[in-house]
């Protein structure tokens, strides 16, 4: 996948993804499926921490020198100590919605060279070029995305 591809169906996403939330019942938004398992609210509030962090990797991969180390974060703790379980479930979408809105300025501002710029991950796992590392934070997004706008079967 190419940045334009990339940008081209994040700017959807971000134009799609508030509005479709929106319209979710407020109870469904804050039931969760088991204990120990994020609801639709804290799921997207999740994707707010990841597009923070994936924000700051983002631009720091184009500037810093190359390899880009990535520092590792805690999804759960982010999403407990964020709180947004007790969030209004609006204020998630809209700042999920200003972080993407901002990534995909990001994105198609990124040149050609420093999207071969070298990311390593956490711990010195793995490393790979920065061009893929977005394609990841947009599949990422979408298998969050398909959790919470899951359709059930008829009973």
């Not at 709180?83 to 990124?110: D, F, K």
């Not at 920065?130 to 009973?155: D, N």
Request: aromatic residues 8%; contains cysteine.
């Amino acid at each position: 996948m190419n940045r334009d591809a990339i940008t081209q169906e994040l700017s959807q996403l971000v134009e799609e993804v508030p509005l479709r939330f929106n319209q979710i019942p407020v109870y469904e938004l804050e039931h969760k499926p088991a204990p120990g398992k994020w609801s639709k609210k804290e799921i997207l509030g999740h994707l707010v921490d990841s597009a923070v962090h994936n924000l700051t990797r983002f631009t720091q991969a184009q500037y810093l020198p190359s390899p880009f180390v990535v520092v590792a974060y805690n999804p759960d703790e982010l999403v407990k100590l964020n709180g947004y379980q007790q969030q209004n479930p609006g204020e998630i979408g809209q700042l999920w919605q200003a972080l993407n809105r901002q990534i995909v300025r990001v994105i198609s501002h990124c040149s050609e060279e420093k999207l071969n710029n070298t990311v390593v991950l956490p711990n010195n796992a793995s490393a790979f070029v920065l061009g893929w590392i977005m394609e990841e934070y947009l599949r990422h997004l979408k298998h969050h995305l398909q959790q919470i706008f899951v359709t059930k079967a008829p009973e």
